[in-house]
């Protein structure tokens, strides 16, 4: 529930936007520990976590001025892959890189995590 959230387009910008901040209060634990990381700036990019974006998603992280968006997938989105598939093609669309990394990962391989994200950023940015 704490991933790329879907919501229908009808709903209002100001929805989405209590339902972020709601969100925000609420981390996970995977969550908690990859924001303590991508705060400091290291990764090459400012992050934002739990942040409205095309109209009806909520991101678990943006690093608006490199357009990465990053998703901490829990056991729930092994339920969830063809859902998270059509919000990462919209996304895609919108022009943002979208990396999903499990809670696992997370957990057992932060600086790897952190490694491939600021790679994705450095790559981004030499184009």
Same mark, same amino acid.
């Given at each position: 529930?704490?991933?790329? #959230?879907?919501?229908? *387009?009808?709903?209002?910008?100001? &929805?989405?936007?209590?339902? @972020?901040?709601?969100?925000? @209060?609420?981390?996970? *634990?995977?969550?908690? %520990?990859?924001?303590?990381?991508?705060? #400091?700036?290291?990764?090459?990019?400012?992050?934002?976590?739990?942040?409205?974006? &095309?109209?009806?998603?909520?991101?678990?992280?943006?690093? *608006?001025?490199? $357009?990465? !968006?990053?998703? !901490?997938? $829990?056991? @729930?989105?092994?339920?969830?892959?063809?859902?998270?598939?059509?919000?990462?093609?919209?996304?895609?669309?919108? $022009?943002?890189?979208?990396?999903?990394? #499990?809670? =696992? =990962?997370? #957990?057992?391989?932060? *600086? $790897? &995590?952190? =490694?491939?994200?600021? %790679?994705?950023?450095?790559?981004?940015? @030499?184009?």
């Amino acid at each position: 529930m704490h991933k790329l #959230t879907n919501h229908k *387009p009808s709903r209002s910008p100001l &929805v989405l936007a209590q339902r @972020a901040a709601l969100m925000r @209060a609420a981390s996970t *634990p995977s969550e908690a %520990a990859l924001w303590a990381a991508l705060r #400091t700036g290291e990764c090459g990019a400012a992050f934002r976590r739990q942040v409205p974006l &095309v109209g009806r998603f909520i991101a678990d992280f943006l690093a *608006p001025s490199a $357009g990465v !968006v990053i998703e !901490v997938d $829990g056991a @729930a989105h092994e339920h969830r892959r063809a859902a998270d598939a059509r919000r990462d093609l919209a996304l895609r669309r919108a $022009g943002y890189r979208v990396l999903r990394f #499990t809670v =696992e =990962e997370i #957990t057992h391989e932060l *600086p $790897g &995590v952190l =490694e491939r994200v600021s %790679a994705e950023i450095a790559q981004l940015r @030499a184009r």
